[in-house]
């Protein structure tokens, strides 16, 4: 049964991958910028969902991804550096950050693990609106992107910039199916499900929290310094619980600790926002409502459902290949 959810799961993953890739392969610009948007929200969703898997819901994470962004901003804009440079080290900066918020966010669950990581978010948002030489509220523009012409690829063009942000979602989605498939994956399944059995099995459930902490802010700040690069400007909205907020609505959408849910809600919220924003001037009512309708009958999220009636037809024909031979006795 694992082995069958885990196979639904993943088919759900490629059928992802295969529509991203056809709609920017004939996708104009406006719909590049909104496939390239929507691709690091499936990153950022990611991060989030890795932490979900051992029972940790942050809502602060924009925080996280607001590291990326200011590191890479600052290194580049207002260092002179190199994009290449920046990029790796603005990777680096959002897993010290979380390491370090993580030592003690860690510690708690539920309501206080997500108050102590949004009073995290808030203090960066405060700096960030306060810091003169990132423009404060005004924020701060001229951020460039990486560059890759040395191996024949332009990132200022929007199609390629697109492509290679699906490209590196696809990777770091892999990459995150090796590390649940993992025994690393599984004890914080394990931890999940009931963290005091593996405390009481001698699992270090600490260490291994603050190790999917320190992983999420990693991915949560690639897809701060991407997302600076694809907008080329940098303000204090992006580390606002409004986005911590968008990042949770996506993964609860697609389905919490199902991976491929993250990106699946990521890509159906820009969409969803897109058509709503163009068509009605409150349209964060309607957002609200369609949210609320997925919560009350898709409680699972979209994956989540799914995988629950796959499992639910195989115990029905199960059942029903059992009664003959019971009335046969």
């Known amino acids: 049964m694992m082995a069958s959810r885990t196979f ?21 610009f406006f719909a590049q910028e909104l496939i390239a948007e929507a691709a690091i929200l ?5 991060s989030l969902d890795l932490l979900a898997t051992c ?4 809502f602060g ?16 804009v207002l260092m002179g550096g190199s994009a290449n440079v920046a990029f790796p080290i603005a990777i680096v900066a959002g897993a010290v950050v979380a390491f370090m918020v993580g030592l003690f966010a860690v510690r708690t669950t539920g309501a206080f693990f997500i108050m102590v990581t949004l009073a995290a978010a808030e203090m960066l948002f405060s700096w960030g609106y306060r810091s003169p030489m990132f423009g404060g509220a005004n924020g701060m523009g001229g951020v460039p992107r990486l560059n890759l012409t040395a191996i024949g690829i332009d990132l200022n063009d929007p199609a390629t910039f697109a492509l290679t942000v699906i ?3 696809i990777v ?3 990459l995150l199916e090796l590390v649940v498939s993992s025994p690393f994956g599984r004890t914080l399944a394990a931890i999940r499900q009931n963290p005091s059995r593996v405390a009481a099995l001698g699992g270090r459930v600490f260490f291994y929290r603050l190790a999917a902490f320190t992983a999420s802010g990693a991915i949560a700040a690639l897809a701060g310094a991407l997302k600076v690069q694809h907008i080329n400007f940098i303000s204090p909205d992006l580390v606002s619980w409004f986005v911590s907020g968008d990042v949770l609505i996506a993964v609860v959408i697609g389905g919490v600790g199902t991976l491929v849910g993250g990106p699946l809600g990521a890509a159906l919220l820009i969409l969803l926002k897109e058509l709503l924003s163009s068509t009605f001037g409150h349209w964060y009512l309607f957002l609200g409502i369609v949210f609320a309708c997925v919560a009350l009958l898709m409680p699972k999220g979209i994956v989540g459902n799914l995988l629950d009636f796959y499992e639910r037809r195989i115990t029905r024909v199960a059942a029903s290949r059992r009664e003959p031979t019971g009335d046969a006795a």
């Open 167 to 169: 490209v590196l979602c």
């Open 42 to 46: 499936a990153i950022f969703a990611l």
């Open 61 to 76: 994470h924009a925080g996280l991804l607001g590291v990326g962004c200011y590191v890479f901003a600052g290194l580049t």
């Open 55 to 58: 029972g940790l819901i942050s």
């Open 8 to 28: 639904i799961r993943r088919s759900v993953g490629v059928a992802l991958v295969i529509v991203a890739l056809v709609a920017q392969a004939f996708a104009g």
């Open 172 to 174: 770091i989605w892999l």
